[in-house]
């Protein structure tokens, strides 16, 4: 009977502390900031309960059960904390969270030379992780034009049919104002135009930067538009190998490779990639719409540590591209007749970055790079070559210290650029340009919630004299989500023959640039731009950003006929102007992102009579994103809107919506991936002819929407090291 109470008393206690629940709280903040983080998840797995922190970083719970429970909380950006807590006498609970560098705001960018976060900075930078790089490289493994192509306020211009060549325009400008660099490097440009773009492959890519508006202050010439600054992945102790494989049903095929992996001394990158595109022609009307294409291209880095305060690398860049458009007749049998016409551009390049860092006290550091280029092209259509070599070389040094509240960047470099054309050529349009430039930049905080950035540049260029600089941007942020920025800056361009407008005519009958009669273009350039970020119900995360910009270049270079049937460059005799607002918005509710755009780009030519809208510019363009993301897939579905556009000659085109659809699912050993480019074949073909008789010598016309139309690919991501986690 004893034994019977004793069993009977140890059930009821047992019940009743069983019954024993308590209602929690967790508060989640910035281990650096000590500020609450808003939106972080919180997950007690063996409830499979979770919430999300709300504006003062807390999380309630309702009801736990006494004993000790494992928690994990996580937040994009932060380092994911997995701990058991002990639910009973204590109901409160604090963590801090480790920044991990994958969120906007925690980033470090490299574009503005300074190492301070995007959230404390007054320039403005749009940012792209290495999660979407991803997703673009699975859209189109080839070249980076995905990945910008669908950036709000940026156009992709295609130049030519036979060839493919694009060009990049930012808020309605052309892209030659556009400067493109790769770990501060000046890339491209020149003669490569509308190829740059697609000789740049993203596999090794880990981040992309982008700054609207003039930038000329920091990285000299040519930055009218902005600039994009793409950043190359580093060797970790950790070895990395993706192996990526992508077929798509247009015939082309594409194999890219990356390794890396370093130790307390050494480390090493090696990237490469082959492309091969067979002629496609969608509507069978006998030219291609993507031409046959072979393209090579490897990147190896060397690293050296000599301490843990210093770092040199050194890195080669090479690329052979060939591509042919045309009457797919000749290209793929060589027949004559009327099968006559193609256009081929044969392209070499070869460059070298060397970079030299060192950290001379805890607070500033010495930085030595230069980097020499040196390419070959031969661009051939029937009955006429252009070729020519292009060698460019720039060498720069700076000093960067910080304080508790103030950076400063000082500099000098040193920028040369020599054409040499093909010395049987009937026009001569050799150039050689020397470029010298010094520069100033300081970061100062004036409160936690203001801070200013100042900046002058004076450049002197040995044919077109000496360009002032000066550039200042303001930044304002509270502890509730808001901050805005407003900034200005002056550029300028020097004159080269390499313009849209010669590209599109292949450079026939181009004259030289004319260095006594020529201006160098100038701009100046405004933006202002407020950001909120909250969240709604507690459940869903949303964040605005809203941006108004205007641009003006005055000496616009332009290209007009002569008397003679030649062309030859002139100065605008008044400014081009742009002006625009950009919207971004996004939502985000557990595994879900959805992202909203819209730009409005105005952009007049205020040399021609009537203030014309700029030719092949819609002046509305708008986007929607949805993103499914888990451990294990990736799924995302898109919608583009293009709006009306003119034509040279004034004609409207009509608008135009393209969708796609990508799904990825990881694995121990990597990812495999299906993706719907343009699943509505979307073509201009179906709005207006793209080829004019007669078929042995035809006309293109402007291209204004896409011409290959719906693409479907599969691929393979092998990883062969990493991913142990996933299933």
């Known amino acids: 009977m004893k034994k019977a109470y004793l069993t009977t008393f140890f059930l009821i206690v047992s019940i009743i502390s069983i019954a024993q629940t308590s209602d929690i709280s967790i508060t989640v903040s910035d281990a650096e900031s000590n500020e609450p983080v808003l939106g972080a998840t919180v997950y007690i797995e063996q409830l499979e309960k979770g919430a999300v922190t709300n504006l003062d970083g807390i999380a309630t719970f309702t009801a736990i059960p006494y004993g000790n429970h494992i928690i994990k909380i996580s937040y994009i950006g932060f380092e994911t904390i997995e701990t058991t807590?002990?639910?009973?006498?204590?109901?409160?609970?604090?963590?801090?969270?480790?920044?991990?560098?994958?969120?906007?705001?925690?980033?470090?960018?490299?574009?503005?030379?300074?190492?301070?976060?995007?959230?404390?900075?007054?320039?403005?930078?749009?940012?792209?992780?290495?999660?979407?790089?991803?997703?673009?490289?699975?859209?189109?493994?080839?070249?980076?034009?995905?990945?910008?192509?669908?950036?709000?306020?940026?156009?992709?211009?295609?130049?030519?049919?036979?060839?493919g060549n694009t060009n990049i325009r930012i808020q309605g400008l052309d892209g030659r104002y556009t400067q493109l660099l790769r770990d501060g490097f000046p890339l491209y440009g020149g003669f490569s135009s509308g190829l740059s773009i697609l000789q740049i492959p993203p596999l090794?890519?880990?981040?992309?930067?982008?700054?609207?508006?003039?930038?000329?202050?920091?990285?000299?010439?040519?930055?009218?538009?902005?600039?994009?600054?793409?950043?190359?992945?580093?060797?970790?102790?950790?070895?990395?190998?993706?192996?990526?494989?992508?077929?798509t049903q247009a015939l082309g095929s594409t194999a890219n490779i990356f390794y890396s992996k370093r130790n307390e001394k050494f480390g090493v990158s090696l990237y490469g990639s082959g492309h091969y595109q067979k002629a496609y022609d969608p509507e069978d009307d006998g030219f291609s719409n993507m031409p046959k294409t072979t393209s090579l291209s490897f990147n190896p880095k060397f690293f050296y540590y000599p301490s843990e305060k210093t770092t040199f690398w050194i890195g080669v860049n090479g690329t052979y591209d060939d591509r042919i458009g045309g009457d797919v007749t000749k290209i793929e049998r060589g027949e004559n007749g009327i099968h006559q016409y193609t256009e081929e551009n044969l392209s070499k390049r070869l460059s070298s970055q060397v970079l030299y860092e060192t950290q001379l006290s805890s607070n500033s550091s010495l930085n030595i790079k230069n980097s020499v280029s040196f390419f070959d092209r031969k661009l051939s259509i029937p009955d006429f070559n252009f070729d020519g070599k292009q060698t460019n070389t720039f060498t720069e040094i700076n000093y960067h210290r910080t304080s508790k509240k103030t950076d400063w960047i000082i500099g000098a470099n040193l920028y040369s650029s020599n054409f040499d054309e093909n010395d049987n050529a009937p026009l001569q349009r050799d150039q050689k340009d020397l470029t010298y430039g010094a520069f100033i930049n300081n970061i100062h905080d004036f409160s936690d919630n203001w801070i200013l950035e100042t900046g002058l540049r004076a450049d002197y260029n040995t044919d077109f004299g000496f360009f002032p600089l000066p550039r200042i941007s303001l930044l304002y942020k509270d502890n509730n989500g808001f901050s805005s920025r407003i900034g200005g800056g002056l550029g300028y361009k020097i004159p080269d023959v390499f313009t849209e407008e010669a590209e599109n005519i292949n450079f026939e009958n181009v004259l030289a640039i004319d260095k006594s009669s020529l201006k160098a273009e100038r701009s100046y350039g405004v933006n202002f731009d407020v950001n909120y970020q909250t969240r709604l119900f507690n459940a869903v995360g949303f964040s605005i950003n809203q941006l108004f910009y205007v641009s003006a270049i005055d000496n616009g270079l332009l290209l007009n006929s002569t008397d003679n049937g030649f062309f030859e460059f002139e100065n605008a005799a008044d400014e081009i102007l742009s002006k625009g607002a950009e919207t971004n918005i996004k939502f985000t509710y557990k595994d879900f992102r959805w992202f909203l755009n819209y730009a409005l780009i105005n952009t007049k030519l205020n040399y021609l009579a009537g203030n014309p809208q700029k030719p092949l510019t819609a002046k509305h363009n708008a986007g929607s994103v949805l993103m499914y993301e888990s451990e294990k897939w990736r799924i995302g579905y898109e919608t583009f809107y293009t709006g009306k556009q003119f034509l040279s000659n004034g004609t409207e085109t009509t608008d135009f919506v393209t969708m796609g659809f990508v799904a990825m699912c990881n694995f121990k050993w990597g990812t495999t991936f299906v993706n719907f480019e343009n699943f509505t074949n979307r073509r201009q073909s179906k709005f207006?002819?793209?080829?004019?008789?007669?078929?042995?010598?035809?006309?293109?016309?402007?291209?204004?929407?896409?011409?290959?139309?719906?693409?479907?690919?599969?691929?393979?991501?092998?990883?062969?090291?990493?991913?142990?986690d996933d299933d």
Do not use: C, W
């Not at 078929?695 to 293109?700: E, L, Q, R, S």
């Open 85 to 163: 807590i002990e639910v009973g006498a204590k109901k409160e609970f604090s963590f801090k969270l480790e920044s991990g560098g994958n969120e906007l705001d925690e980033v470090v960018v490299q574009s503005t030379r300074s190492t301070r976060t995007v959230k404390k900075i007054p320039t403005r930078i749009e940012f792209i992780g290495a999660e979407e790089l991803g997703e673009k490289a699975v859209m189109n493994p080839t070249n980076i034009s995905m990945v910008l192509r669908e950036s709000t306020g940026i156009q992709m211009q295609q130049t030519s049919l036979s060839s």
């Open 204 to 247: 090794d890519l880990q981040q992309f930067e982008i700054i609207k508006g003039s930038s000329s202050t920091l990285y000299g010439g040519g930055a009218i538009a902005g600039l994009i600054n793409m950043v190359s992945k580093t060797p970790e102790e950790e070895p990395s190998l993706d192996i990526m494989l992508t077929q």
């Open 688 to 724: 207006s002819p793209l080829v004019s008789p007669p078929h042995d010598n035809p006309a293109f016309p402007e291209i204004y929407a896409p011409t290959d139309g719906f693409i479907f690919s599969v691929g393979v991501i092998i990883k062969p090291f990493g991913n142990e």
